[in-house]
């Protein structure tokens, strides 16, 4: 089965700073990958996703690349605020019809004023 | 529109007893998929529900079942519960697969004693 690696676990940026998380991917088969972000006691929530046929996508601060070729995908937050202070995960979905999600085990971003 | 819904939101059991939890989908949508979360873990895909009929299911014994309506409403039971059984419990509900975007409920936070 599909298996995700997200790192870092933990990151502390100042507020202004770019911070950026990365996730692999083991099935080649994957071809849509979200990124969602879950605030304290609340459900994750979506931000940005990517299909496997597209390198990038941005909206506003927020950027994803993916690299299909390495199995590896990144999300890039620029000029952080307080208020991105949340746990954000990646996951992976195989192609293979109405597949599970695989979910990385989640990045604690926090941004100091 | 209505987010998704779901009850209850906290629940204290112990062990050896059941517990049923539901969820709620946005109007419209077809798919329902429950997620344990746990500290340790992360998020673990338990199973899916597509018009009334289980498409996909995680890798958890058969204590974790669940059920799907015929207005997308479902249900999930965890019998025979064990203080590993502890954790939040997602519902997340999309149009038609997991690879619409996904909307999360907020969660029912289960502890097993």
């Known amino acids: 089965g599909e298996n995700v690696e997200q790192h870092p676990s933990t990151l502390s940026v100042q507020e202004g700073d770019s911070a950026v998380i990365k996730c692999t991917y083991s099935d080649s088969a994957s071809n849509y990958f979200p990124w969602y972000k879950q605030e304290l006691g609340k459900g994750p929530q979506l931000i940005i996703d990517?299909?496997?046929?597209?390198g990038e996508k941005k909206d506003q601060r927020i950027a994803v690349t993916l690299n299909k070729t390495a199995k590896h995908f990144s999300l890039h937050i620029t000029e952080t605020q307080p208020e991105d202070s949340a746990v954000y995960f990646c996951a992976a979905t195989s192609s293979g019809g109405y597949q599970k999600v695989t979910f990385g085990t989640g990045t604690k971003l926090q941004v100091i004023p | 529109k209505a987010g998704v819904t779901q009850t209850p939101r906290y629940l204290i059991k112990t062990r050896g007893q059941q517990v049923t939890l539901s969820c709620s989908p946005i109007?419209?949508?077809?798919?329902v998929s429950w997620y344990q979360q746990t500290p340790g873990q992360g998020l673990q895909f338990l199973f899916e529900?597509?018009?009334?009929?289980?498409?996909n299911k995680g890798n958890f014994p058969g204590r974790f079942s669940g059920r799907q309506f015929s207005n997308s409403r479902s249900e999930m039971n965890v019998s025979t519960l064990e203080l590993g059984d502890s954790a939040l419990y997602l519902c997340?509900?999309?149009?038609?697969?997991?690879?619409?975007?996904?909307?999360f409920g907020a969660g029912t936070r289960l502890s097993v004693l």
């Open positions: 109007s419209g949508h077809r798919s």
């Open positions: 990517i299909r496997s046929n597209v």
């Open positions: 529900y597509f018009s009334e009929t289980q498409r």
């Open positions: 997340a509900s999309s149009y038609r697969d997991t690879k619409n975007i996904q909307y």
